[in-house]
């Protein structure tokens, strides 16, 4: 069976950098395991701004394009494969986990489908979600409800990775957690820890209009630590959290962003036994200096976490059930043939941008 129909969609092809052409292509063709989906909705990720601006490479064979990007999408499905039949109809409401192992594979059976060498990764080294239909396994495809819209769907895949980073976390209820970077994910992080009884989650960041819209979701506390004009701004992180924390540094800290400052804040506000969790994806060359001998006699963890195993159906659920409120944090949506124009909106935080998506088909 050829792996392309005789009907054409809509879709935007990367090339390279500030290459991107709205073209008319093929629909796929769902092979034995696939689903066939319509897209309705896409999220723009900081990773999709990286790809486009030339920041980062693709998980190409070279790096490059061509490629349709996207990989934070809902939509209905339209056709399966023979084999899918059993799991999914024509009409089911879906989300696609970009991610998409090989079930035998040796990581996959240790439950740890994210460090799968034979993975394809939808947008990223496949075709993915900025086109009218795009082709999902259907091992790494989930239903979605319809108390959740395809906006607040396409989220799942940033807060299914945050939710994965916040296990690593193992934060109690009665812990100080300190979370960096008020961007979509340390947005949806305050909430999630909120929804588990956290007592006091604190949000630094550097810019006002995010930090304010984090205690609208649930932060406890939020510090500025870059502009001093601020009524937010502190210029002592460690000492202020001591203030809150009966002279005690943070118990635990996660990294939703990538800046070294951040991880050298907090190795310094997080105390005795504590966790630091790092999430934000930094540049190939960033190395991170570590106080050896503090951190050894404070006991510490330090942590990594790298996308979504095994979170994709509790991050479902926390939008089903509301404990992560999904339309406060999408500020801006943008049609497919302006692309170009949202992801560079994204990436200038222009209008107070927070978070971009894609509405492909209504």
């Not at 005789?6 to 063709?29: D, G, H, I």
């Not at 970009?98 to 394809?120: F, I």
């Not at 979170?311 to 692309?339: C, F, K």
């Amino acid at each position: 069976m050829s792996n392309q129909s005789s009907e054409t969609m809509k879709t935007q092809v990367f090339y390279e950098a500030e290459q991107m052409q709205l073209e008319e292509k093929p629909v796929p063709v769902p092979a034995a395991d696939d689903v066939l989906i319509h897209v309705k909705s896409v999220g723009i990720c900081g990773s999709d701004v990286a790809y486009y601006f030339g920041k980062s490479s693709l998980e190409t064979d070279d790096g490059k394009g061509p490629l349709v990007l996207g990989h934070e999408f809902t939509g209905e499905v339209v056709a399966i494969g023979d084999q899918a039949r059993a799991r999914f109809s024509v009409g089911d409401r879906v989300v696609a986990n970009p991610v998409q192992a090989n079930p035998n594979s040796k990581w996959s059976q240790k439950g740890l489908p994210n460090l799968c060498d034979e993975k394809r990764v939808l947008g990223v080294s496949i075709d993915g979600g900025f086109a009218e239909y795009a082709v999902s396994d259907s091992n790494w495809t989930y239903k979605i409800p319809d108390s959740v819209t395809y906006d607040q769907g396409a989220l799942t895949e940033p807060l299914a990775c945050g939710l994965y980073a916040i296990n690593n976390l193992n934060a109690e209820p009665d812990h100080t957690v300190a979370v960096y970077g008020p961007g979509p994910i340390g947005l949806m992080m305050v909430q999630i820890l909120k929804s588990r009884g956290v007592e006091q989650v604190i949000l630094v960041g550097t810019r006002d209009y995010r930090l304010k819209r984090g205690a609208e979701l649930g932060a406890d506390h939020i510090f500025n630590v870059a502009d001093s004009s601020s009524g937010h701004y502190t210029e002592d992180l460690g000492q202020a959290i001591q203030d809150l924390n009966s002279g005690e540094l943070a118990d635990r800290a996660i990294l939703a962003t990538s800046a070294l400052s951040a991880v050298d804040s907090a190795l310094e506000v997080t105390g005795r036994h504590s966790t630091i969790v790092l999430f934000g994806l930094p540049g190939d060359e960033d190395v991170m200096n570590v106080p050896i001998l503090d951190t050894i006699l404070m006991d510490k963890t330090i942590r990594f976490s790298w996308l979504a195993p095994n979170t994709w159906e509790e991050a479902i659920q926390l939008i089903g059930d509301g404990a992560v409120d999904m339309n406060r944090i999408i500020s801006h949506t943008y049609p497919l043939d302006d692309l170009v124009d949202g992801i560079t909106k994204v990436r200038n935080r222009e209008d107070n941008c927070t978070k971009g998506v894609i509405k492909v088909s209504e």
